[in-house]
């Protein structure tokens, strides 16, 4: 007979054969044994096989421990799961050249062999063959009764035979040699997870480790290769081989093949055999491709002829293709329905030492039973299945995870066909009828291009051509430091900085109106720039919005119509008359929602009959009852405290000719006979983001009634009950109130109780503390201070600036001594009766005195201090603002914003707000939730020991919250930024400061949402209608805060799409301003769902964060972008020259 092919599974054949008597020829085209990235571990069924040939490997090609098995590095960053071999077998592992050269050493001295090397077959004949042996002139033709073809993946008999090539091109590998390093488990294979493909590490030497790393396909293009190996592999090495990694890249050429697959279906006919990868071959993940070549030599030469060979050797590959194929893919991929499989894989193995056994078993070919495979299969189904139902109770996604549900049900349909032929065609129809993909791991065709069309990047790098660039990104430093020296500029005389919050112009149209109420008269010069502001903020069509982006919406547009009026200026004035007009187009006021008519009804200008009731007596409830007020969000329950004050007292400015004529302009009837009862349900759809319950609706009824026949002795006990409550909030933050639309209402109300209480004058002086006034924008209210949070935000961006300078320290150092002094310290002790929570040891969200702590303010300022200086706050400090901090987590485990949820009851329901939704009582929102992990595991790692019984549940905690609010696409829904793009920034941040590694599936699955959607520009821009859509609505244009964000939360991810995160930094830098700032766009901040609030200084610190982030990365890869291997100049080329060779 003869063997076409000297490698080892041909050395094995001849062997095989020579010692049943048989006389066998080699021919082996090469002169010398070659190197490959596969073919270098044996499992035990392989290692038996030459046992029983007698062939023994020197001690000098052999390592000790052998090979024992296998140990998984979950992607989870979870313990390693030891797969140790059954019966303590052991197969062994070598370098693939010191294989072949062992046997073809075998097989040149075995007597009945005779060995050809530089033998090519030119052709395959009927027992016959034409061999061209280098040097000898001409061809020599061979006569032969059996032919073998043990010629690899390119196979000429194969080719002969006639049959397919069905190659499938899976992923690229990447072979780098460590060297001079201990495994974690020696003698054991690596298998490491989460990378951008499975990483397999193994011994070949005493003093050398293979690392093989499945690079995907539309990652081989990448020029930087020995970087992006860096970026996507080494988070998920074992940290002690990471060095050696580190220097293999820039050291040692990397070596390249491609991973194709071919189906082990075709065995040979007649006297023509096929064994080893000229059957068919699988991804090396398993490293199962030599053993089943040394078990088809094995077979053949005990097989009477080629058909009892190509039938046992079907029998017996049948699992060890089913499980290959399948492990590739649970190991690999990373759709929901998958990671629930491999999560159920991890739990499995941990589990029951016996289904370790069993895998092994089954991977290694020493159990081929479909009924064993089939029994371990469904275990894993049903645990996923398990799984699945779990996430979609806790987290509410019941539509998505039945979707995954069925999903993973077409895995069963998928092993039913696979071992039942017959039922396929029923399985397929099942399936057709459900949606289903059945074949994802079956055909591998369809399983690749399956995880193509879902895995691979769908972003701008993919999809269109990066445009040209007019910035040099050799480096962003000098970027950064233009931006770094505008960011000190801003810098305030106490040290803190502060961005004009801006919202919209009701806050100042209410200041006017509040000032006309309470017969208080304006300087001129507020009048001015109060009427400048109008001017400024007016749209394109006249009107008002509730954001400087919004459609002109009839509340604000109606109230700065009336607030102008009573400036003075006149209806057909240029700024008034389209307002007017659009008034008058919408039916007039009668449809303003209810803010509007509370406002228009104390200025006479509507019907207190037309208010929906604001009871005083709501304060009357039980406080266990869902419905008390102080269940309510803490802004919430203020402004309705005031309301209801001044509902109940029911003011109402004089009427006088101004009033007269703004009833005739404000109505498209008269006055006198609107329907004003039937006008309090009559609500503008285009702005009601929340429209009445029908519960509401009934309660209006009810409270109407109550309204119409209240006893008049307890209206007046709970009137003394609210202003109490009024003034003490006023008192409690020094006369400044929580927000200025609560600070408006306290002040109407104190002036209703008393006209010439001295808290009045305190309070509008107070009140000016939330103005911005100047001569170019005028005069206007904002909406939030901000001294606190831009300030530790600030500082956080300047720590990551490299190469940070003196003036750098010297702002930083200001900026902590303001940052010191802001802690709250003092505590009303009367405060809990007003339902006030403990304030000790938060911080702000803008300057003291304000007296409301906030827990995210909190969090960012402690990883000020911790990332600046962490001696600037005392250690007793840090506690008390650590403790304010856990005081505010509720029993789901995510974080409140001022305190923590007091009702498990959702009150939406009976949100009178139309215009606001999600305002009704505290939640956990993702951003705080994040920014208190992140502060407590910092704390915990700065002050070790301390409150670690409270703080390490309060992560644990948290990190499940976090995790069940990931949306199924990915992303995270914002609370208090624009959207999704904010949101995922602060889910990404707390998964990983609670401990989840950047290599895990929910960090994978955002980085690619966001990848998806990174814009042709290389920014990222997200519409502000997404807060109101609960969908991702694209922006017109990419945003410099989002695209910040973005790419801050992919450095901070450790994403390798390197192409991706340089687009990104080159937008920044490209957008910059030449004062080194950036230019003013959209409001990226929000409230309540629609309430829009450009941060300004947002766009000052955030890129430089981002930017920052991006130069230390990039330094970080420097090194390696100085490798120029010419084996990695052409990936592609090398992996087909590897191919064939091999």
Request: glycine share 8%; with cysteine; charged share 25%.
């Amino acid at each position: 007979m003869t063997v076409i092919g000297g490698g080892p599974v041909g050395c094995v054949t001849a062997i095989a054969h020579a010692n049943q008597g048989a006389d066998v020829l080699v021919l082996e085209a090469r002169s010398d044994a070659p190197t490959r990235l596969a073919g270098e571990w044996l499992h035990p069924p392989g290692a038996n096989v030459l046992r029983d040939l007698g062939i023994e490997f020197p001690e000098s090609t052999l390592h000790r421990p052998k090979g024992r098995g296998f140990v998984c590095f979950p992607d989870d960053g979870s313990h390693p799961i030891v797969l140790d071999y059954p019966q303590a077998q052991e197969g062994f592992s070598a370098e693939h050249a010191e294989i072949v050269t062992t046997l073809q050493e075998v097989v040149r001295a075995h007597p009945r062999i005779v060995f050809v090397p530089s033998a090519r077959v030119a052709e395959v004949g009927k027992n016959e063959l034409t061999v061209e042996v280098k040097g000898a002139p001409g061809n020599d033709r061979v006569l032969t009764e059996r032919i073998v073809g043990a010629d690899g993946r390119s196979s000429l008999t194969r080719k002969t035979l006639g049959y397919p090539e069905e190659r499938l091109l899976l992923s690229y590998m990447a072979g780098v040699l460590l060297e001079d390093v201990e495994l974690p488990f020696e003698g054991y294979g690596h298998v490491c997870l989460g990378g951008t493909g499975p990483a397999l590490l193994y011994r070949i030497g005493e003093r050398t480790v293979r690392l093989c790393l499945d690079v995907p396909i539309y990652h081989i293009k990448v020029k930087e290769k020995a970087a992006y190996l860096w970026d996507a592999y080494h988070a998920v090495l074992p940290e002690s081989l990471r060095p050696a990694f580190h220097r293999a890249l820039t050291e040692r050429p990397i070596a390249w093949a491609a991973n194709q697959v071919t189906p082990r279906r075709y065995f040979g006919r007649d006297e023509v055999a096929l064994v080893g990868d000229a059957v068919g071959h699988y991804h090396p993940l398993t490293a199962v491709g030599m053993t089943l070549g040394f078990l088809d030599a094995e077979c053949l030469s005990h097989s009477r002829d080629v058909d009892q060979y190509r039938r046992q050797r079907t029998h017996e590959g049948r699992v060890p293709e089913l499980l290959a194929n399948a492990l590739y893919e649970v190991l690999t991929f990373y759709d929901d329905e998958t990671v629930a499989v491999r999560n159920a894989v991890y739990r499995l193995w941990r589990e029951n030492s016996e289904e370790c056994r069993r895998t092994m078993r089954l991977l290694s070919s020493g159990d081929t039973e479909l009924s064993s495979f089939a029994m371990a299969f469904c275990k894993v189904i049903g645990l996923a299945g398990e799984s699945i139902v779990r996430t979609g109770t806790e987290s509410g996604q019941w539509g998505y995870q039945t979707q995954v549900m069925a999903r993973l049900a077409g895995r069963l349909g998928w092993l039913a066909a696979e071992s039942f032929p017959e039922l396929s065609q029923i399985v397929d129809r099942a399936a057709k009828v459900a949606n289903i993909n059945l074949k994802v791991t079956g055909e591998l065709e369809e399983s690749v291009q399956f995880h193509r069309l879902r895995h691979q990047p769908r972003a701008a790098e993919r999809r269109r051509p990066a445009p040209r660039s007019r910035v040099s990104l050799t480096d962003a430093t000098l970027g950064i430091e233009r931006a770094v020296d505008h960011l000190i500029g801003l810098q305030g005389e106490r040290g803190e900085w502060e961005g004009e919050v801006v919202w919209c112009p009701m806050l100042a149209a209410q200041y006017v109106l509040a000032c006309v109420l309470m017969a208080r008269e304006l300087s001129e010069s507020d009048k001015r720039r109060v009427l400048l502001h109008f001017q400024e903020q007016q749209l394109a069509d006249g009107c008002w919005g509730l954001h400087e982006s919004s459609e002109p919406y009839l509340f604000v547009t109606a109230l700065v119509y009336v607030a102008a009026r009573m400036l003075g200026i006149a209806a057909n004035d240029k700024l008034l008359r389209r307002a007017g007009a659009f008034i008058q187009a919408q039916g007039g006021v009668v449809a303003i929602p209810t803010w509007g008519k509370f406002w228009l009804s104390m200025l006479n200008l509507y019907q207190w009959r037309g208010v929906n009731p604001l009871l005083p007596e709501m304060w009357l409830l039980p406080r266990w009852m869902p419905l008390h007020p102080s269940n309510f969000y803490c802004h919430t329950r203020l402004i309705y405290g005031a309301m209801a004050y001044i509902y109940g007292r029911k003011l109402q400015h004089p009427v006088s000719p101004l009033i007269a004529a703004l009833r005739r302009e404000l109505y498209v009837e008269d006055y006198e006979r609107v329907d004003f009862r039937r006008a309090a349900d009559q609500l503008r759809a285009d702005e009601v983001i929340a429209p009445p319950s029908g519960a509401l609706k009934l309660a209006y009824r009810a409270c109407q009634l109550f309204e119409s026949a209240h006893p008049q002795f307890l209206r007046d006990r709970m009137l003394r009950t609210l202003i109490e409550h009024i003034r003490f909030d006023v008192r409690y933050t020094a006369h400044k109130s929580i927000s200025p639309v609560s600070g408006l209402l306290n002040l109407l109300a104190i002036w209703l109780d008393n006209p010439a209480d001295a808290a009045l004058d305190r309070g509008f002086e107070a009140l000016r503390s939330w103005f911005w006034e100047d001569d170019e924008r005028g005069l206007r209210v904002a909406g939030a201070k901000s001294e606190v949070w831009d300030t530790s935000f600030v500082l956080q961006a300047l720590a990551c600036v490299p190469d940070a300078d003196e003036s750098i320290e010297a702002a930083k150092e200001r900026a902590l001594d303001f940052l010191a002094r802001q802690q709250v310290r003092a505590v009303d002790p009367v405060a809990e009766s007003f339902y006030r929570q403990n304030q000790r040891g938060g911080f702000c969200f803008g300057a003291l005195p304000y007296g409301w702590s906030v827990s995210d303010c909190t969090a960012e300022a402690l990883l000020a201090f911790f990332e600046t200086d962490p001696l600037a706050i005392s250690t007793p400090d840090t506690i008390d603002a650590a403790r304010f901090i856990l005081r505010c987590q509720n029993p789901d485990g995510g974080f409140g914003s001022y305190e923590p949820r007091r009702t498990p009851w959702e009150l939406e329901f009976v949100n009178p707000a139309e215009m606001f939704g999600n305002s009704m009582t505290e939640k956990s929102y993702v951003e705080c939730s994040a920014s208190c992990v992140q502060a407590l595991a910092e704390f915990r790692r700065q002050v070790p020991g301390l409150l670690e019984g409270e703080i390490n549940p309060a992560i644990d905690a948290a990190k499940s919250f976090i995790a069940k609010a990931q949306r199924p696409d990915g992303s995270w829904a914002g609370n208090w930024g624009i959207n999704f793009t904010y949101g995922t920034l602060f889910g990404v941040r707390g998964l990983l400061a609670c401990g989840v590694p950047p290599t895990a599936p929910p960090i994978r699955k955002a980085c690619a949402w966001l990848i998806e959607r990174q814009r042709e520009d290389g920014g990222w821009g997200e519409h502000w209608s997404s807060c109101i859509d609960k969908e991702y609505v694209e922006n017109g244009e990419s945003q410099v805060i989002q695209t910040a964000w973005a790419l801050m939360t992919l450095l901070e991810a450790r994403s390798p799409e390197w192409g991706a995160l340089t687009r990104a930094a080159r937008f920044l830098l490209e957008a910059q301003s030449e004062d080194g700032g950036w230019p003013k766009q959209d409001g990226a901040g929000i409230f309540f769902d629609s309430a829009v609030l450009d941060y300004t200084l947002y766009r000052e610190y955030f890129p430089i964060w981002a930017l920052s982030l991006y130069e230390v990365r990039r330094r970080e890869r420097a090194g390696l972008l100085e490798v120029d291997h010419h084996d990695e100049s052409d990936a592609a080329s090398g992996a087909r020259r590897t191919s064939a060779s091999a």
